[in-house]
């Protein structure tokens, strides 16, 4: 069964800085990995969307990376606002879709 | 944009009822899905559906059973509500056929239940 790790838990950064978030997974025959923000309560909202055959996804300040082989996907923030913090999940698809447990962001006025 | 609707944010509901969680999408996806989401475990897929009438379970259907019987709507059931179900319940819809490369999952705001 595929497994999804993402460390840190939790991040705390200064409002400004560049920051990046990881996620991991075990089984590298995935169809695609989604990235999503979730705010305290409330559902997830999808950022990017990368699909197996690509290799990142940009979005604003937002990049998303993909390396199969290694079972990695980094989200790159740039320029942090305090409006970023939020906890972020990762989503590998497959036969079905598996979550890690996510990053909780804190960006620091 | 897509939208996902879950008809409750909150509710309390007491053991032994049967509770009902509405969610409906607005994008005519074939395919919708049932995740409780809890504490250091994530989200956990409940049942899924890929057609009308059709149900799949997912890693935790006991408890729960769910109703397709329109393209929009999915419904979940918990038949005897126990408070070990007190989670948050998140309805998704996916835009693709699924286990295609841009399937990609749009979210309902979530429905926090408590079981007393």
């Known amino acids: 069964k595929q497994e999804v790790t993402q460390i840190p838990a939790a991040l705390s950064v200064p409002e400004g800085e560049n920051l990046v978030l990881n996620c991991s997974f075990t089984?590298?025959?995935?169809?695609?990995l989604q990235w999503f923000r979730q705010d305290p309560g409330k559902g997830l909202t999808s950022l990017l969307l990368?699909?197996?055959?690509?290799r990142e996804q940009t979005s604003g300040r937002l990049n998303a990376s993909l390396d199969k082989s290694s079972g990695r996907s980094t989200l790159y923030i740039a320029a942090s606002q305090p409006g970023d913090s939020a906890t972020y999940l990762c989503?590998?698809?497959?036969?079905?879709?598996?979550f890690g447990t996510g990053t909780s962001l804190t960006v620091i006025p | 944009d897509v939208k996902v609707t879950q008809s409750s944010r909150y509710l309390v509901k007491r053991t032994g009822e049967k509770v009902f969680l509405e969610c409906v999408q607005d994008?005519?996806?074939?395919?919708m899905f049932w995740y409780r989401q809890d504490p250091g475990l994530g989200l956990r897929l409940i049942y899924f559906?890929?057609?009308?009438?059709?149900?799949e379970k997912g890693d935790i259907p006991e408890g729960y059973s769910v109703s397709r019987e329109k393209k929009e709507r999915f419904s979940l059931i918990l038949e005897s509500a126990s408070t070990n179900q007190t989670s948050m319940y998140l309805c998704?819809?996916?835009?693709?056929?699924?286990?295609?490369?841009?399937?990609?999952?749009?979210f309902g705001s979530g429905t926090q239940l408590s079981v007393l």
């Open positions: 998704a819809s996916s835009s693709s056929r699924q286990g295609t490369t841009n399937e990609k999952l749009f």
């Open positions: 089984d590298s025959a995935i169809y695609n």
């Open positions: 990368i699909q197996s055959s690509q």
């Open positions: 989503a590998v698809g497959g036969n079905q879709f598996y």
């Open positions: 994008m005519d996806h074939e395919n």
């Open positions: 559906s890929y057609d009308v009438k059709m149900k």
